[in-house]
C-alpha cells in the first residue's frame, strides 16, 4: 500500500504486489511399524488364561487336595506291645520321641530327715538374736590350726568341735539350736562333717550359721607325729 502511494504521488510505475507464496501440505512418509499396528488393532482376541503350555493346565482338573496332619509328618513307628518285655521300656526310634511308659515300679522315695520339737526360745530366730549379742561362742581366744588329731578330742556334748569346708567350729553352743537334733548335729562332733553336711542340707550355708563358732582351720598332720 505503502509503495502505491509513493507512485501515485511521484508518477512512477506501480510494482507488481508480490506473489504471496503458499504452502503445500505434505503427507509424512509411511512408517516401518505401520503394517504392526494395522496388526495389533484387528487381533482383538483375549488371550487363554492359563496359557496353553502352563503347569495349571498339565496338573490334573478338579479341587486341591488338602493333606491331613498324618499325612505330611508321620509319626515315628513304636514298637508293638506283642515285642515288647515286661519292664523294659523299648528305645525309641528318634531321640525326639517321648519314651513309652514301662510297666517297672518306680522306686521307693528315700526317707526324709525329720525335723524335731526345739525347746522354747531355741528357734532360727532366737539363734541370729544370740550370735549379734556379742556373747563368747567360741570358747578360744585366738583361731588356731588343728590337725584331725587335735579335733577327735573335742566330741562330747560339752566340748564338740567338727569341721566343715575346712573350717573347725565349736558347734556346742549350736546344739539346742539345730533343726534335727542334738543327736543329729553329734555324728560330726569331733571330725569332719563335710560330706555328711553336703548329704543333708547343702542349700545351707554353714559359714553363716557358724561363724560366730569359727576356732580355727583345719590342716593335716604334722610331720613329726606321723608312724
Avoid at 14 to 19: G, K, N, V
Wanted: charged letters at 20%; one cysteine or more; glycine letters at 6%.
Amino acid at each position: 500500500m505503502a509503495s502505491y502511494l509513493k507512485s501515485w504521488l511521484t508518477g512512477a510505475p506501480a510494482t507488481a504486489t508480490p506473489d504471496i507464496p503458499t504452502f503445500l501440505k505434505v503427507s509424512p512418509p509411511p512408517s516401518d511399524d505401520e503394517g504392526e499396528e494395522t496388526e495389533t488393532e484387528d487381533d482383538n482376541s483375549v488371550p487363554a488364561f492359563p496359557a496353553l503350555n502352563s503347569a495349571q493346565r498339565a496338573a490334573p482338573s478338579g479341587p486341591p487336595r488338602i493333606l491331613s496332619d498324618s499325612a505330611l509328618m508321620p509319626p515315628p513307628p513304636v514298637p508293638s506291645l506283642a515285642t515288647r518285655t515286661p519292664g523294659v521300656s523299648p528305645k525309641p526310634a528318634s531321640s525326639l520321641l517321648v519314651p513309652t511308659t514301662t510297666t517297672k515300679r518306680p522306686a521307693k522315695p528315700s526317707k526324709k530327715r525329720e525335723k524335731v520339737a526345739l525347746a522354747p526360745g531355741h528357734s532360727p530366730l532366737d539363734w541370729a538374736a544370740l550370735k549379734s549379742s556379742g556373747a563368747d561362742l567360741r570358747g578360744v581366744d585366738t583361731l588356731m590350726r588343728i590337725p584331725p588329731s587335735v579335733l577327735k578330742k573335742h566330741r562330747s556334748k560339752d566340748d564338740a568341735w567338727s569341721a566343715f569346708n575346712g573350717k573347725v567350729y565349736n558347734i556346742t553352743p549350736y546344739l539346742a539350736f539345730h533343726p534335727g537334733g542334738e543327736r543329729e548335729l553329734m555324728r560330726v562332733a569331733g571330725r569332719d562333717g563335710t560330706q555328711l553336711f553336703a548329704s543333708t542340707h547343702a542349700w545351707v550355708n554353714a559359714d553363716f550359721m557358724l561363724d560366730s563358732c569359727l576356732v580355727g582351720f583345719l590342716v593335716s598332720e604334722p610331720a613329726s607325729d606321723l608312724p
